[in-house]
């Protein structure tokens, strides 16, 4: 039960970060607001509603996720101190499979839950020159929800590295599962749990349209 719980925070938050970046936005919640309209219209798309064609919203949707999160940063505050017992090839595999499980994972959920949830931007601090918290509410589900988006400067633009619905973190939600697995087992035991979990949830998604 306190599972699915945090799986739909982890999912409310999901939608939150299904926003493209906007290259010639200054400011980080400037990222937010200006580029909503774009994913609203992925998911809205009536081209979609066929789903035969989910496999290519779920992809635009991808490459929106994938511009705007930092999964690097994102897997090295997940492992925390057990990053430093990957090899760097092995980092590099685990950000690209944990990035590849959200992807088929979660946004395959966004897909089906998503009911023209609205987000209200709130504020923004900024935290030195380089982070910055925004802070929206989603209405999911007819509640507003709070949701921190916690972003880092990033070149030019602004990225997502974690974000908090309800007072769980992302990060803090993957950390404790991995820190629990990296007590007992090796960094590429994680790796196989990782392409399991990929798997399955291919399986699952193509018996689901397949119907």
């Not at 299904?18 to 919640?29: E, R």
């Not at 987000?119 to 989603?138: F, H, P």
């Not at 709070?146 to 990060?171: F, N, Q, T």
Request: with cysteine.
């Amino acid at each position: 039960m306190v599972y699915r719980i945090l799986t739909n925070i982890v999912l409310i938050m999901v939608v939150v970060t299904c926003l493209p970046s906007v290259s010639n936005a200054d400011q980080p919640i400037d990222i937010l607001k200006e580029s909503i309209d774009q994913s609203i219209r992925i998911l809205n798309d009536p081209i979609y509603n066929d789903h035969q064609q989910k496999a290519d919203q779920r992809q635009e949707l991808w490459q929106i996720l994938k511009r705007l999160f930092d999964f690097e940063e994102f897997s090295r505050r997940v492992l925390a101190r057990g990053w430093h017992k990957f090899t760097p090839q092995q980092q590099v595999q685990f950000v690209e499979l944990f990035g590849n499980f959200v992807h088929i994972y979660y946004l395959s959920k966004l897909q089906d839950k998503y009911d023209n949830e609205q987000l209200t931007y709130l504020d923004q601090n900024l935290i030195g020159e380089s982070k910055a918290v925004v802070n929206v509410e989603v209405l999911w589900k007819h509640q507003n929800i709070p949701v921190e988006i916690r972003m880092i400067k990033r070149g030019d633009s602004w990225k997502v590295y974690d974000l908090s619905a309800l007072g769980v973190s992302a990060v803090s939600f993957y950390r404790s599962q991995f820190r629990a697995v990296l007590r007992t087992e090796s960094p590429d035991h994680v790796l196989e749990i990782l392409r399991e979990k990929i798997k399955k949830s291919e399986e699952k998604v193509q018996k689901q349209y397949s119907q």
